[in-house]
T-cell receptor
């Protein structure tokens, strides 16, 4: 079974508007971490935001916020005030604490295109 | 802090040839990961090192793949007898063992097997 599901292959957003990228996950671990990474066309994975499973508040980093709904097992990324430079692939990933390697399990990604 | 670097950035090789990629992690990071990313997919875990010890290998890592991290610094990933299915982006990431929340990724090596 897929552990990370991103159901939106592609999204469009108008510059300066907000956009939500969906991510659902599946784990039996009680302690886990959820990450969002941005991958521009250059290929490098850029860390954006992290949410721990025991964090009571939703994580925020500048224009990025993570809408964490534990009961629904969702961890959606919200980008406010979109900029042209936000056009990229976005990946949701999970790390399970019972896995001592702390390897990341990624979803298939969402391609975001910001329109001027 | 110069970040994670990878070399080469691009590699084109003919089927059956051997290739080797190098990754230099952030200097104080003791964990190093290799991932493979095929077109339209997210990265998939291949293997990781803690210092110089290779602690886990994915089933994706066939016998033609070998990775090393001598002295716990840089790492190399070698693919022998390349096949067209090996064409992908190979990403390296590093992190600290404890307290390191995120993995820092390098720019990747894009391999094309013709």
């Amino acid at each position: 079974a897929q552990k990370i599901t991103q159901t939106q292959p592609g999204m469009f957003v108008q510059e300066k508007e907000a956009v939500t990228l969906d991510c659902t996950y599946d784990t039996s671990d009680q302690s886990y971490g959820l990450f969002w990474y941005k991958q521009p066309s250059s290929g490098e994975m850029i860390f954006l935001i992290y949410q721990g499973s025991y964090d009571e508040q939703n994580a925020t980093e500048g224009r990025y916020s993570l809408n964490f709904q534990k009961a629904r097992k969702s961890a959606n990324l919200v980008i406010s005030a979109s900029q042209l430079g936000d056009s990229a692939m976005y990946f949701c990933a999970m790390r399970e604490s019972m896995d001592s390697s702390y390897k990341l399990i990624f979803g298939s990604g969402t391609r975001l295109l910001v329109r001027p | 802090d110069t970040g994670v670097s990878q070399d080469p950035r691009h590699k084109i090789t003919k089927r059956g040839q051997n290739v080797t990629f190098r990754c230099d992690p952030i200097s104080e990071h003791n964990r190093l990961y290799w991932y493979r990313q095929t077109l339209g997919q997210g990265p998939e875990f291949l293997t990781y090192f803690q210092n110089e010890a290779q602690l886990e290998k994915s089933r994706l890592l066939s016998d033609r793949f070998s990775a090393e991290r001598p002295k716990g610094s840089f790492s190399t990933l070698e693919i022998q007898r390349t096949e067209q299915g090996d064409s992908a982006m190979y990403l390296c990431a590093s992190s600290l063992i404890a307290g390191g929340l995120e993995q820092y990724f390098g720019p990747g090596t894009r391999l094309t097997v013709t």
